[in-house]
Structure formats: structure tokens, C-alpha cells
């Protein structure tokens, strides 16, 4: 699957954003899909995540209560409504899907656990 990522931008700090990521190829309906996001120096870590179904999802604790992951399988695109942003939620922001599995897996939250991944959407937050 080929996933392109977009709706990053620069915002004011308390401002909210809607990331898009859509993908072409494979039945979207069957992937498994996350966020991630990249400081310049740092390593890439998990935001948020939803299986195949959309009847669960995930969040790390630093988002939990201001991002929301949707998806809209219709039109083949995955959702992270980003609201109360921060500064410290400047990133390079990375969409990411998998088909292999269905439901939740422990190892959900990892880089390797997804074999499918977009060009990365930049967000900045003005404080």
C-alpha cells in the first residue's frame, strides 16, 4: 500500500489540526493504523493507533485527551484530529498501516510492528 500524508502546517500553541493520510492500493479496510512522530536527533515514537474496524484504539500518554484517531475506510484515509497542541508536539508527524494481523496486538505500538509507511506531514506549534 502506498500511504501519502498530509494536513501538517503551523499553529498556535492551544490551536488544533487534522492530519490526513490516505492510502492506494489493498482493501483499506483490512489495515491496522497508526501515527508516529519524529523530532530532528530523536527517535520516531508511536502517537496513536486503530485496528481493522475502528472498534479500538490507542493513544500515548502524552496525546491521550487531545488527539483523536479516526478512519474512514470508504475513502481510504486514516484521521489524527490534533486539539490543545502544544509545542512539544512539534514533529514530523508519519502515517503507517499494517494487513497482517487483525484485532490488538501488544507489539502495536512499535516501528516494526507496521510494514507500510507515508512521506511524514510537519507540524509546528508556536508557543
Known amino acids: 500500500v502506498q500511504l501519502q500524508a498530509s494536513g501538517g502546517g503551523m499553529v498556535q500553541a492551544g490551536g488544533s489540526l487534522r492530519l490526513s493520510c490516505t492510502a492506494s492500493?489493498?482493501?483499506?479496510?483490512?489495515?491496522?493504523l497508526a501515527w508516529f512522530r519524529q523530532t530532528l536527533g530523536k527517535e520516531r515514537v508511536f502517537v496513536a493507533r486503530?485496528?481493522?474496524?475502528?472498534?479500538?484504539?490507542d493513544y500515548a500518554d502524552s496525546v491521550r485527551g487531545r488527539f483523536t484517531i479516526s478512519r474512514d475506510d470508504a475513502a481510504n484515509t486514516v484521521y489524527l484530529q490534533m486539539n490543545s497542541l502544544k509545542s512539544e508536539d512539534t514533529a514530523l508527524y508519519f502515517c503507517?498501516?499494517?494487513?497482517?494481523?487483525?484485532?490488538?496486538?501488544?507489539?502495536?505500538?512499535?516501528?516494526?510492528?507496521?510494514?507500510?509507511w507515508g512521506q511524514g506531514t510537519l507540524v509546528t506549534v508556536s508557543s
Open positions: 486503530i485496528i481493522r474496524g475502528g472498534s479500538s484504539t
Open positions: 492500493g489493498r482493501d483499506f479496510s483490512g489495515y491496522a
Open positions: 503507517a498501516a499494517d494487513w497482517r494481523y487483525s484485532g490488538v496486538r501488544s507489539d502495536m505500538r512499535r516501528i516494526r510492528f507496521y510494514e507500510s
